[in-house]
């Protein structure tokens, strides 16, 4: 038993690239037994990632598929099929994102695999929802971040449509359908019986942005045009101190005071645009200029003092690198070393969150490709024969 709060939960996982793997990845961080059923030619993220000591060992294949046990299967030979079909006759929870025409055709769907395991819960993660237009059309995360409005977003607050530089479609997406497999999970043991599940990206998506930026068009008819003017202020941002970069976020009357007060400004606290939280979110584009204008007087670590004494919200700006170096996270162990079988001593991301109840007890490397094929078919009834044969076949790797 791994402990965590999903510990004893299997999962079969047929997904690749990100938002499947960052959806198991969750699953596995908080107790679950995931096994990752992979092609012969292994997940797609093993080498279309740039960072690799190994092939098929990218550094992001690693951060997205700790705590997993790989097999390789192939599925399109009856062998390795009816091994996929044994898996999943045993788990709690089997999680795909292939198309679900593909599924059918293997048997895969819902109602087939709920014939033999009723207490199943099966998660589709899709492009696009059932019953639309788009319904069976291929995407990745830019497909999704340009049809849900993230990259319109962008264009409202930069002057051109842009993408947000993190596949944040499939991020945000896999983490949603972890939440709904909990949810499910809870509901099983409730009624005792499994349920399908679809999780749609671009859906989720259009509703992350529509809940931010639908504002007055919320309205019908709309009593004011879309969008949250202070998201989209090109002034949203790090602005300059006098050696670098700051951020800072004073919305209470208390916080902005405080801030007009250290810039020099103690007159804007009475200026019928800022002196309340109302007027200075209808007047984002004044008051971040006041911001720019103020915070250009002083170097980034003055500001910082100045504002951790007068408890206004901010924060240095970090760099990706500068992530490593963090004060805070070297606090809170955040970066921890780990040795890995094949590629050796790597950095990995520790669980953010806490459970009183208990947490995993063991961590595990992220796996080479089909690394337990051997161990997971033996444990799922396989002899050693059977094993090879498949092995000889090319049923299983």
Request: charged share 25%; hydrophobic share 35%; glycine share 10%.
């Amino acid at each position: 038993m791994s402990g965590g709060p999903l510990s004893g939960v299997k999962v079969v996982d047929l997904t690749t690239v990100v938002v499947g793997p960052i959806c198991t990845r969750t699953l596995a961080d908080y107790g679950a037994e995931v096994i990752k059923v992979e092609a012969p030619g292994g997940d797609l993220l093993r080498t279309m990632a740039q960072g690799s000591r190994n092939p098929g060992m990218s550094g992001k294949f690693i951060n997205f598929n700790r705590n997993k046990r790989s097999i390789v299967l192939d599925i399109k030979q009856p062998d390795g099929l009816a091994a996929l079909h044994r898996l999943i006759e045993k788990a709690d929870v089997f999680v795909s994102n292939v198309r679900p025409e593909a599924l059918t055709r293997a048997g895969l769907d819902h109602a087939s695999l709920a014939k033999k395991n009723p207490k199943l819960i099966h998660c589709s993660i899709l492009a696009f929802g059932r019953g639309g237009r788009y319904y069976n059309r291929p995407a990745y995360d830019p497909i999704v971040q340009s049809l849900s409005g993230v990259a319109g977003t962008l264009e409202r607050a930069t002057g051109e449509p842009r993408f947000v530089p993190m596949v944040m479609s499939d991020h945000t997406t896999g983490l949603i359908a972890a939440q709904c497999i909990g949810f499910a999970l809870y509901r099983r043991e409730k009624t005792g019986v499994g349920e399908a599940i679809d999780v749609p990206m671009l859906e989720n998506m259009a509703s992350f942005v529509s809940s931010e930026h639908l504002g007055a068009a919320t309205f019908d008819p709309p009593i004011g045009p879309s969008g949250d003017g202070r998201l989209l202020s090109p002034d949203y941002r790090p602005l300059p101190t006098r050696d670098g970069y700051i951020t800072v976020g004073p919305n209470t009357n208390q916080q902005a005071f405080a801030f007009f007060d250290a810039i020099g400004r103690p007159e804007l606290k009475t200026d019928p645009r800022f002196d309340s939280a109302f007027a200075r979110t209808n007047n984002a584009a004044a008051y971040f200029e006041v911001r720019k204008t103020g915070l250009a007087q002083k170097t980034t670590a003055e500001w910082l003092e100045i504002f951790d004494r007068l408890d206004v919200p901010a924060a240095r700006y970090n760099t990706i690198d500068d992530l490593l170096t963090d004060p805070h996270l070297g606090d809170v162990g955040f970066f921890q070393p780990e040795d890995h079988p094949s590629e050796g001593r790597i950095r990995r991301s520790r669980r953010a969150n806490k459970f009183s109840g208990g947490e995993r007890a063991a961590e595990t490397h992220a796996p080479r490709l089909g690394e337990h094929t051997a161990e997971i078919l033996a444990e799922a009834g396989y002899g050693e024969a059977e094993i090879e044969t498949m092995r000889t076949s090319g049923a299983v790797r």
